[in-house]
């Protein structure tokens, strides 16, 4: 039954007159219970495993940090609590994405990367390699320089060995520049990148530096102080 959908999220009833088959990213059906009064429905194409995810992300205030309009997040930030339900829904959502088959290592930049790997670890079984910000001097150490929208810093690749297949993930793809610079350091070390996957992606913001294909589990952008999820 349409009303039973675990997609209609929540049904929206529409416009008779705007009976037109799609609406922009969303699909307008015929209620059956309902067909002589064509009440109409908006079925959101939004992923019920993300829906904690998006119902956080609605939620995140906007600040400003030097002119640029940052988002406060769990997910972004630590910063409020992240619900234990919105991390499974992230593990579950990368791993609907992403062939993690004939994966041997994750790896998740210090330090908003950390919980999504440790996460993503914890479901799937692999371990998890964290980029630091840090030296530790070993010999085999990959160093490479990252800069952010806003920030820059050094980071430290250690524990992934040449041919190793590997799935960086990180929190947000915003400019791109934490990811461009770790899969220089994976390229350094000789690893097979086999996919490259964020949990919120900013489509508001060129990627300039962005080189690779990354997945993201929810595009996003930052309009009138608010967070908006691009469906
Ligand atoms: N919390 C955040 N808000 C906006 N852009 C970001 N890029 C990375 N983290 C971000």
Known sequence: MLSQCPLLNPPVPLECGSHAGTTNASTVLESPEQPCTRALYRLSSMDPTLEP??????????????GYEY???????????????????????????????????????EAMGIHHG?????????PLAVVRKRSYGFPDEVAVHQETSYGESDLFLNGVDSGDRVVLVDDVLSSGGTIEAVCEALEAAEAEIADVVVVL?????????????????????VRDGAVEIVE
Not at 53 to 66: F, G, H, K
Not at 118 to 126: E, F, K, M, Q
Request: net charge negative; hydrophobic share 45%; no cysteine.
């Open 53 to 66: 995810l998006a119902r956080s992300v609605r939620e995140a205030p906007v600040v400003d940090r030097e």
């Open 118 to 126: 440790t996460a993503l670890s914890l479901a799937s079984g692999l």
């Open 201 to 221: 992606r900013r489509v508001d913001i060129p990627h300039e530096d962005l080189t690779r294909e990354v997945t993201s589990l929810l595009d996003i952008r």
């Open 71 to 109: 988002f406060v997040h769990g997910v972004s930030d630590g910063v409020p609590p992240i619900e234990p339900a919105v991390l499974e829904a992230i593990a579950d959502g990368i791993r609907q994405r992403v062939d993690l088959a004939d994966v041997d290592t994750l790896v998740a930049p």
